[in-house]
């Protein structure tokens, strides 16, 4: 037999890549994008029920048309979770949020949310990584306006003119000075003034810059801090209110 019938012989006889089997193709955009939709209807389909369990056991009665509301809601949270974070939260606690936005009418999604969805790990629980609803800057705002009061946070600067009387007759004279950076290193305190809307008498309250900067450490995670800190110590002002 030729060299070249040889060849072509053994090139015949050797057996093709993976035992013969077609490789398997690679998952297209479209096949993943299935798979997401599919996994989200089945967590929504679980979701709803552990939500029927939980207001079961309430022992308050939440109509079905703010639990709807709460509903929708969430599913705009969903949907602008890019990185698909609360997907990964145990559904009990995505439905304890949504009862807890049922029943307090403070909602998460669209640009100005109410409060915040925010995926931790539970340390008591193996690390299993729960839904934690937390109140955003507008929702304390919408709360006390509910409330009959108006509440503003004001953070005052080093370089600014601030003046503080107590008494019987207290006020605050604050004139920011806009011309030097408001920043973390040049803060000296905040003050939060609440008025009553319906007789128009207005209080203060103080908190020293020292006061305000212990609170990054007591925090359950310092994320929002270190990139938002500003807003924190506003945020912080509340707790005083």
Known sequence: MSQTAKGEQQQGTNPPPNGGKQAALAPTQDDQMRALQEHKRKY??????IIEQVVGAMPIVVRKEELDRAKTRFRIAFSADAKEDLLSCTPESIARCIVMSAFSGMYPGGPKPDV???????????????????????GYIRLARRAGFDV???????ADQFEMV??????????????VPQTWDNLRGGYV?????????TK??????????????????????????????????????
């Open 44 to 49: 929504q389909g679980y979701v709803d029920r």
């Open 116 to 138: 915040y969805l925010i995926p931790r790990k539970n340390k008591d629980r193996s690390d299993l990584i729960e839904c934690n609803w937390q109140m955003s800057f507008h």
């Open 152 to 158: 503003e946070p004001v953070l005052v600067f080093k």
């Open 166 to 179: 107590q008494g019987s007759e207290p006020r605050i004279v604050h004139v920011p000075n806009l011309d």
């Open 193 to 201: 003034r609440v008025t009553d809307l319906a007789s128009g008498r």
């Open 204 to 241: 203060f309250a103080w908190l020293s810059v020292e006061r305000i900067k212990q609170r990054p450490a007591k925090a359950q995670t310092q994320a929002a801090w270190d990139e938002w800190p500003l807003e924190q110590a506003q945020k912080s002002l509340w707790h005083i209110a």
